[in-house]
Each structure stands twice: as C-alpha cells, then as structure tokens.
C-alpha cells in the first residue's frame, strides 16, 4: 500500500518534471519566434500550433502533481466542518465520483486518439504533425490522473482515520498540507 | 419560463457538486454531464464525444498558453527579493496617502492589465506578489482579497484584452477603437476603488497600519531605487508590445524572460528558486486551466440547453426602452455571469443582444466596454467566478470569505456601469479623437 | 416527426457563411412547417471551430455544422484544394472547380459518416498593405501575415515575407508595425476594421476557399423521404444565395473601404499576375505530390472544363 502510494506519487512527479521541460520549451519557442521576426523577417511558422500542444501537455502532466500538493481547489464549506467518519465519507465521494468522470473521458480520448492514429490525421499546417501525439499526450496526462486520485481513493477507504484527513487537506491554511506550507515558505 | 427552470436545475447541480467538496474542476465537468443528462436527455456517449472534443480543442488553443507564462512570471518575482524590494520601494512613497499599501493590488493590476489580455493571469500573478506581503505587514485581509478580485478584472478593461478582440471580431467592431475605448473607464473603476479604500481606510486606520519605521527623504529616495528592478520589468514587457516586437500573447514569455535576467543580474536567481518557482507555477496554472477547461465545456453545454439563448430572445419580446433594455440586459448579464465566464458569456448572447441595444442607439464601441465591465463582474460572483478561484488558490482563504470581500467591490464596479451609461463619452472621447 | 437540430458556425451572424446558413435554416423552417428547428450557433459559440467540426458531425456530437474546409486538410489532403493559390481566380472558375472537386467531397464525407449538403465561397483574398502590393517589387521584403502552409511557401517563393500569426494578435501587430500586410479578403478585413492601420487593398484573387455545410449521417437517415427533399431545397437555397451574394459583397466592401479613405486596386497587370502564379506553382505541386490519384482526376478535369 504504502510502496503503491510512493510509486503513484514519483510517477506523477515524473510526469510534472516533464511538464515544467514543456513550460520552459514554450517560452523559449516564443523567444525563438520574436527574434526571427524581429531580425529575420521569418518564422517558425509553428508557434501557435506547438504552443497549444504544449499548453495542453502542461495542464493534464501537471494534475497528478497538483492534487497531491492540495493545489487543485474546492468548495471548502462543508469539508471544513465535519470530522470522522462523515469528512472521510464525503472524500469517498468526491474521490469516486471523479474517477469515473476520468475513466468517461478516458475512454473517449481513447477513441480519438485510436482514430486519429489510424487514419493518419496531421495539423493542417506545414509541420504536419500527426494528431495522436498532442491528443495522446493529454490521454496519457489524464491516465495519471486518474492513478493519482486511484491512490488518493484507497488512502481515503483505506488509511487511518486519524491519518486519511489532514492527508485530504483542502488548502484551507492548516500549516501541515505541503500546498499551504509552500506558500509560506517565504513568512 | 423553460430556460429560467433550466437555469435552477443547473444550479442546483453547481451547489450540490462543488459544495459535497468536489474537486472544481472535476464539478463543473460534473455538473454539465448531469445538465445534458438531465435537461436535454441526452445520451452519455454523446455528452463522452462532445466533451473530448471541446476539452482538446480548448486546452490546446494558444490563446490559453500566457496563462502559465504570466503565472510564472509572478512566481520568480514572489521567490526572488523583487516583491520585498516592490514594498519596501513603495512603502515610505504611500505612507501619506490613506490605505497605505492597500492601493499596491489596484496599481498593481492597472499596470499589470496593459501587459496582459486576461484578468486570470492578472489577478495570479499580482496577488501571489502581494497578498502574502500584505497579511504579514498586518493590513486588512478583506480589504486586501476584496481589492485584488475587482482590480484583477481590469486585465479585460484596460488593453490588451482577449474579451475585447472576440467582441470586436463578432460585432464587427474595430478593435483598436474597442481597445481605446477601455482605457478611461479602466481608469475609473480603478480610481473609484481606490478612493473607497482611503474612505474606508481613513475612517479606521487600524485596517492600513502604518508600521514601526517612519521615513525620511533619505528613505523616500532609497524607496525609488528599490523600485527600479520592478519598474525594468515592466519597461520591458510594455516595451515590447507597443514597439511590435511582440504580440500581447507573446508578451508572457518576455515576462518571464525579463524576470530571469532581472533576477539573475542582481544575484538573486539560484538553481532551487528557478526549480521552485517553476513548480509553483505548474501548480497554480494546472489548478486554473483545469478549471477554464471544465468551464469551456460548460459554457458548450449551456449553449446545447439553449439558455443564454432562450433568455435573450425572451428579453426581446419586452419591447423596453432604451434605460429599462440596459437595466435588464445588465440583470440578465450578472445572472449569466453567475456560472459562466466572460467570453462565452459575449458569444452566446451577442447575436441576439447586439441587434437589440444598437436599435435601441447605443453605440457599438460603448456596448463592447459595458459588456467587458459585465464580464468583470461575472469574475467576482460566486459561485462560479475566476478571480475568487484564483484568490482562494492563492490565499486559502475559503471561498465564501474570498465573495464576501470582494462584495463592495462588485458594488463599485455597477456603481462605474451606472457612470458610464450616464456619461458613454467616457468610453467614446479617446477613440474618437484617435481615430475620428 | 418533429426534430429540433443545432446548427455551428465558427463565424459570426454577418459573415457571409452566417447569412447563408441563416436562409437554409429558414427554409427549411418554413418548408417543414416548423416541424424542423434549427438551432444556429453562430461565432463559435457552441465551442467548436471548423477543424474540430469534421468529427463532431460525423460522430454526431453536432447534427449540422458549417466549415471551413482549409483545415479538414490534415484529415485528407483534398479539402486543400479550394485554398491552393492562383488556382481559380474569377467566381466562374472557382465554381468550376467545386463542380468538379463536389464527387470527391462528398465521397470523404460519406466515408466519414457525413452527408456534403452545399458548399459556398470565401471572398476572395487579397493583399492589404500600406502600399499598393502590385508588383513583385513592391512584395519584396515585405511582411504580410497567411493562414496557410501554401500561403507561407507561395508568399515566399514571391520574395515577400511571410509572417504566421493567429488571427487575434493581427490588429496589435499592424498597429504596432510588427508586420506591413495582411493576406486575407475584403471581406475578412473589413469585419476587423483594418483601414485604421492599412490603406491599400490590392486584388489579385489569390483564392477563394469553400465553406461547407454538412450532415451528421444517422440525423439524415433518420429524415423521412419527404423531409430530405425539403433538405434538398434548402440546401440549394442556402447554396444559390452564398455564389449569389460574391461579387454584391465584394462590391460592398470595396465601397465601404474606399469610404474610410483606402485605396482599392482592381486592376493590376497580367504581368504581375503571371509572376505570382509562377510562385505558387511549387506549392501546387506539393499538393500534387501529396494527393492520390484524384489530384490528377481532379486537375485533369478542372483543366478541361476550363477550356470548354
Ligand atoms: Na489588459
Ligand atoms: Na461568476
């Protein structure tokens, strides 16, 4: 359990690395693009294209990292004032309910991507890049997610009660969540 | 009568997702499955089909990408001693002015606006400069959220702004002119907000506390050179739109690029605050795209259930004058803009709503600035409003706090509608003497 | 049996592919009395552009949607044709060449679970600038933005410089002086207001691109007889106004532009026209090289007609 917790998590760090080369990738294209239109009068002639691919690639390797971290946000109303059994009940839910919203989509990407892939669709425009590659990579995101909120999932069902809530912080400022101690790391 | 129950219906769902705790993004993605599902009895492999498509289409658009670039941009500014250096500049320059420091988010955002399109990245990037700053230096938690929320939204009013390019392309509108046309009453929606500040401010001083240090010449001479490296920055990244070399879109990458060299030229850049502020960057972008993609797919599900539609058609069957057609298309905007954002609000209600206001002699230029001050007030009403979003993600202050600061100032932004509807030359003079 | 359909246009109302799409609707509103209802979604507003539409109808996310087909070219290299430069210049000819491309459209579409209804035509692009663009001397080294691949290459090949840019940032570009022209119609350039940063159109017809309306398949099946030929009278209606409204709406313009102080020239010399047909040869050919046998087909019998 334990070593399945840690394996998810370096999967969706490694996947986060990979996401933080694609960020200083895109701004290095842009930069690549001004000063050949600035001194060159030319272009890559790709910018738009591969900056949405990466901006795609960004957000979905990120999202495993992102939870884990207490960084994607929630409704805290109701979460900050119940305990127990009930705190823990209402995380089942969310935790549950989320993953089946994933794998639904999942199946879908799955589709396009599978049609994409064989009937050889490219971008339209002059680096014919083949689709399955920005399409797959948000699959591939979204696959990690959803190991990422598997494992948040057991953790919830299956951890010590006493354990399994601050670990389902939900950024509310209790200073042991790594997302809020992060913020603060500067006070 | 339909399209009201169907708005009830989706709320419903709003309130039961997102406040059992889901994840936002994951509830409004929720929330629209259960709307088609529900209200249009459509079929879950269609929903499955159409939500893939708008997910991809939406998050690989390039429109999208300055968003991690500006957060970015904010987070080597907050890790490196440039934001420390921001307020210990501007200290001792607004010691005398009443509110102090509370002014530095509607500054901040005013100048933050004319570099980039979104009010998302705006209220990112300056609030993860200022708010911590702010709370540590004691100052008035509502008063400092409540002011970022509603300067944050200044990204779409002043320019460059996305909201305005999309109107101007749809309503056939020259988007120059829409660009000059934001810039007065930019300008006074942040001077109305910061004359309620010294108000509320000059009437309790405990809320602007003025600290231990008091400040001589010296002190307001050495303020000026702190500013300086900030001040670089903000040459560079303005520089580089208006002199051409860069597009507003590109704007993001020679912020960050700037950050880097500032950074590193006063020796403040290692190796593990590059890396953090990277990660902090993935993590604040991932949390906000993910949530503009779920919010994508929601607005495409309120188009299928045709409620914008529906609404607006009903509102033509009024017959209203002029003034009560303002009033109610300004009702009708905030309801809208409880759940959905700027830009899908303008594009599914503006075929019917452009015709009408423009029969009813507004002006065209002056309709695009009025419905850019009514997406600005659709980013701070929850339950579904960006800059609240970004706020709590900021501060983790809950978001029921977060609404309720930003209350008097979503009050101050009607109260600049109201000002514009009566004097449009606001909006009108600069483009007018520009352009003719 | 009563049927309600949503209709995508990534365009706005005004557009031309708008109107048109407006009078289908309406025909078919009225020749159905009422019995079908069709949703217009204009500007995008439903979410899709035209790239995504191709899929969106043929699984059936979208019932009917109107598209722009120079991006479907990624899926299969013929929707490239109607964009290809210099290759039909006069409304006759680019009929002519949808009369003979229609079969292979339709074929693609029908293979993808679509039924083609109707295709009409951009305005026909052209050079804005802050000079006339009507010589390959007055093109050298200036820096016009494209939209495509084979605008890029023939653009180029002409000794301009070619600069790709989304459509948004082409306003703050011009206004700034990062790029001196814009490859785009009359029409395209009006709706962004670009007389207050250009004062020269030149015409040289570079091409004019089609717009398609198309049906999700199993929605069309599910028509009774009577119902598609209703579809068929709409289609033709939708169809016959947007060649109709061409030349009037290229007129229009012109005057519009001339109004607000530019300069439109009509007429630039064959010369000229001969050199920048020259330039897009190459990126013909790569069209050529990339197609299947149906690019001769085509070729072959758009030549032929021509002739006729
Ligand atoms: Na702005
Ligand atoms: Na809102």
Redesign the pocket.
Known sequence: MRFLQIAIFGLSRGAAAIAGALLVAMVLHILLEIVLRAFFSTSTYVLDEFVGYGVAAVTFFSLGYALEHGALIRVNILLSRVHGWVRRGLEILAATGTLLLLTYFAWFFWIRFERNWERGTVSSSIAEVPIWIPEGLVLLGLLIFWLQMLAYLLRMIFGPAEQAVPYAQTYQGQDDSPATSDTRAKE | MEALIAGLVILLLVVLFLGLGFWIFSGLFLVSVGGLVLLEGMPLERIGIIATNIIYSYSSAWELAAIPMFIWMGEIIFRTDLSDRLFRGLSPLVDFIPGRLLHTNIMGCTL????????TA?TATVGKITTGELSRRGYDSNLSIGSLAGAGS?????????VMIIYGILAEVSISRLFAA?ILP?LLVAAVYSTYIMIRAGLDPSKSPRGAERYSLRDRLYGVVNLLPVFFLVIIVLGSIYSGIAT?SEAAAVGVAGAVLVTLALRQLTLEIFLESLKGALRTSCMVCSILIAAAFLSTAMGYLGIPRNLAEAITGMNLSPIALILILSLFYVMLGLFLDGISIIVMSLPITLPLVTMAGFDPVWFGVYLVLMTELAQVTPPIGFNLFVIQGLTGHPIGKVALAAFPFFLLMCLSVVIITIFPEIALWLPEVLFG | QSMSLDLANEYPAGSVHGQSAEIFADTLERLSGGDIEINLHHGASLGYKSADQFDAVGDGALPLASSFIGPWAGIDELFLLSSLPFLASTPEQVWDLYQVAKPYYKEVLQENNQVFLYATPWPPSGLWGNKALDSMDALEDTRIRTYDSSGTVTLREAGADPIQLSWADVVPQLSTGGIDGVLTSADGGASASLWENQSHFTEVNYASPLQVMHMNRDTYESLSDEQKDMLDKASAAGEAYGWWVLPRRQQENYAKMRDQGMTVIEDVSDEYLNSLNEAAQPAIEEWRSEMDDRGEEILEAYEARLEE
Not at chain 2, 112 to 119: E, K, L, R
Not at chain 2, 154 to 162: D, F, H, R, T, V
């Open positions: 933050f606006a004319a570099v980039s399109g979104s009010s705006t200044l990204g779409l009013l002043i320019p460059p702004s996305i934001g930019g507003p």
